[in-house]
């Protein structure tokens, strides 16, 4: 015990604090508004990279299981937040492995963007605004991920919605950029009332269970397990209901519309949020809940088959599209694929893996896109790009060896990660999930290295005084991009070693032990003259011709190798399959598709119950109103206002009074 | 004619008889407060004659309730007659008429 766990909290007070002195103060810093945030994050980073140590290394206490397979790690409690008889939710940390994995992605990638926008957003008048809001992102990212309780971890889950909507609609006058924060506000809706009802039916079936009702992730996930079939809700129910919140978070098909769409939020943001941190919540969701997985061989063959279907067709529309940024936006989407591939196939630590390989190249593709944008002017169109190389060296060398890393070409990290995913799947049997997974590798290559062929090579194709302006960031917004080019080069070297039996396997295994056995996957040994050399062969022969391919189509010139690129064959090939090309180009008309069927049949929908609305329900209440109003109008006439009317009455009424009482009393 | 309570009960529903008559049929606001009047002293009249056949018991005490109820009733009537004329004379001075059918500031 170091002590070190009692700074835990600050992982959290911190971004708090920094968002809520920025939101309040920040206006009357003017351009001097970054360094609460950004120091904010710096001692949060320091403090991460203290606790994931001392986890990693296991000199934290153990939190549960037992000798080979214990969980080392901190735990605390923080407060009790609701008692409310048996329904009780503490609030508390606990940092295992797997948080500890996320909070190096978490935090080194939020810091490194901090200081990139520190450059990029220099001009802009909502400076203040921006940091503000990103301070508040890594508050619920981090809570995210820390959180031990199913509803803390769905207030996060809001929370980051929220800080991801406010930052994609950042530039709130452009009216596209505001469409598409609501568009991914109300897509990820739709995936969150499937989280919450999961929620929901996690404190019902631990009802059940002997100790009560709990939020608890890990209780109640061994409470469950232990109820088995008995469960009030089938677990196969609440793993599907878990899984269709991360498929919004995370932008699975058919959630993905609103992915693409955001990146009209500023690049720095498309970074962290949209390609490193946020949408990977939907892959630690189902990563921490792999027990209850595991259970259902139904679920995990859905999350492999929507993981690997999105995969394709994500890296099928990155193919045609023009926009940097929208390249990148489909090429998230299909690595995410990939990653709930993994999950669903069985393989937990490929999948927590490729996350954090793929966050920090993608925080870096993202960036140097940033930086791309930055020099040529706002433009975002790779046609009026080009060349960029020779002006933008440091930025063109940093994304070069992102794409290296992201096509899958040893030793670069995403190699490790993505030959893991493939291997595992061919290994525990499921062959489509390998075929495609590699198809898409193929694809995954020929569209990053068409990015740069596009970008960085041949000749320039925009106008001539743009040209003549183009220049290299400033430092603050290279050196990010150089501190993440780092990790894309040898995180894989670093924790994907040996092979079969990296460092990262023997952290994850304790909190994936119980899956696997649920599993009981096949224990092969390594045979890298063997099977898995065959599949590193493979899976490496692919990212080749696809790199080779994109050359041939789009160019290259790293140093001797050269090629020109040859738009007359591109348009040939997109001549000869017209309709892939066309589906590529439009998205395969998801769009379209959605506006067809919640616009205009939705819309219809809506104005038929409207209609019931309008005639039938408040008719009838009006019917009502009027109807009473029409009799009190019919009785006005009885109160004339005259007093002998009422003295008539009363007389009456007294010798009615008198008659009754008398005929009764006389016994008729 | 014997000294029994018929006779005054009858007399007491005579006068109330007359005054009802008069509040239901006399316009003038004046004469109907009279009306009230002549009908509270006919149910006074009833109680007294109850009291003084032991209605309410034959002792001093049973026979003095009626006395209390009655002068109770009398004192009300005051009061009652007070306020009652006060108001006529407010809506006279307005209404300029002391006939109860012109007073429809009440009707809509």
Redesign the interface.
Known sequence: MSGIEALAPLLLILPLAGFAITALIGRRLHKQAHWIPVLAIGAVWLIAMGLVIQVLTEAAPIISGEGEYAVHGFEMHLFTWIPAGEFVVDVGLVIDPLTACLLIVVTTIGLLVHVYSIGYMSHDPGYWRFFAYLNLFMFSMLLLVLADNWLVVFVAWELVGLSSYLLIGFWYRKRSAMLAAKKAFIVNRVGDVGFALGIMAIFINTGAASEGATLNIRDSIHAMLELGDANPIPLFAVALLLFAGAMGKSAQFPLHVWLPDAMEGPTPVSALIHAATMVNAGVYLVARANPLFATSTDAMVIVAAIGIFTAILAASIAMTQTDIKRVLAYSTLSQLGYMFAALGVGAFTAAIFHLMTHGFFKGLLFLGSGSVIHAVHEEQDMRKMGGLGRKIPITYATMLIGSIAIAGIPPLAGFFSKDEILGEAFKFGFYWVWGIGLFVALLTAFYMFRLMGLTFWGEFRGPKEIWDKIHESPRVMTVPLILLAIPSVLLGLAVGLPLGDSTLLHWLEPVFHEAEEILQLPHKPYALFGIDGVLILASVAVAAIGVALAWRFFGVGIGPIRMPSRPEAVREWAARVPFLYRASLNKWWFDELNDLLFIRVGGRLAHAMWWFDREVVDGTVNAVGRRTVATGGGL?RV??????NY??GI?LGLIVMVVSYLLLASGI | MSNSLDTYLILSGMLFAIGSFGFLARRNAISMLMSIELMLNAVNLSIVAFAAFGAFGTTQQGVGVGSVIALMVMAVAAAEATVGLAIVIAIYRNKRTPLVDEYDAMRQ
């Open positions: 006005r109160q004339t206002g005259r007093v002998q003295a008539l007389a």
